[in-house]
């Protein structure tokens, strides 16, 4: 759930997203929702790699939520379970 892909970092050296593949980079928004359970707001963006910053159009988002055996994933109306392998 934490592993989004190749951390990028701004020339601050602060993280502001992930590259999952040579097309597809991702900005995560991690919060605690009403549960008390992290969650993370994944999207999808488009990325100007020569001034590391993401344009405001989403192509695609998900939600992860933590549980007690993995993660839930909730994307287009479906919820996807992902267990811990042990």
Excluded: C
């Excluded at 992290?38 to 988002?61: A, G, Q």
């Amino acid at each position: 759930m934490d592993n989004y892909g190749e951390p990028i970092f701004n020339k601050n050296n602060i993280l502001i997203g992930y590259k999952i593949n040579n097309y597809e980079y991702a900005t995560v928004n991690t919060f605690i929702n009403i549960e008390n359970k992290k969650t993370n707001e994944v999207s999808i963006k488009i990325f100007d790699k020569s001034t590391l910053t993401f344009s405001n159009d989403v192509v695609i988002s998900w939600i992860d939520t933590k549980n007690n055996n993995g993660f839930i994933r909730d994307f287009n109306g479906f919820s996807y379970f992902y267990f811990l392998i042990t």
